[in-house]
């Protein structure tokens, strides 16, 4: 069966971190650019941060950049995300997916594979 699965989530206090792993089953990513994206209650899903396949590349959003990284082991088939210094804001379901288009890409639309999620709660 092919899947992601997420996981790392949880709840932490303001300024804490948190580092989420995106596992892939029945699958090598070696093929594809990893993205990670979140959805907080009421909003739309948005971009956080990409990767491409070698791991030589990588973009984020600006709501996110200097807190967090993303980073990728192809030979244990998982994409991290490492956050700092999180927020209230942060607290959203964070997903992981893949897309065979070249460079980095930040649109939801260009992700063909998606994982289940993790909640990530940021409160005190």
């Known amino acids: 069966q092919l899947q992601f699965v997420e996981s790392g989530g949880g709840l932490v206090q303001p300024g804490g971190s948190l580092r989420l792993s995106c596992v892939a089953s029945?699958?090598?990513?070696?093929?594809?650019?990893i993205g990670w994206f979140r959805q907080a209650p009421g909003k739309e899903r948005e971009f956080l941060a990409a990767?491409?396949?070698?791991?030589?590349?990588?973009g984020y959003a600006d709501s996110v950049k200097g807190r967090f990284t993303i980073s990728r082991d192809n030979a244990k088939n998982t994409v991290y995300l490492q956050m700092n210094s999180l927020k209230p804001e942060d607290t959203a379901v964070y997903y992981c997916?893949?897309?065979?288009?070249?460079?980095?890409?930040?649109?939801?639309?260009?992700?063909?594979?998606w994982g289940q999620g993790t909640q990530v709660t940021v409160s005190s």
């Open positions: 990767i491409n396949r070698d791991g030589g590349s990588t």
């Open positions: 029945g699958f090598s990513l070696d093929y594809y650019h």
């Open positions: 997916a893949s897309s065979m288009w070249d460079g980095i890409r930040r649109a939801q639309y260009q992700y063909h594979f």
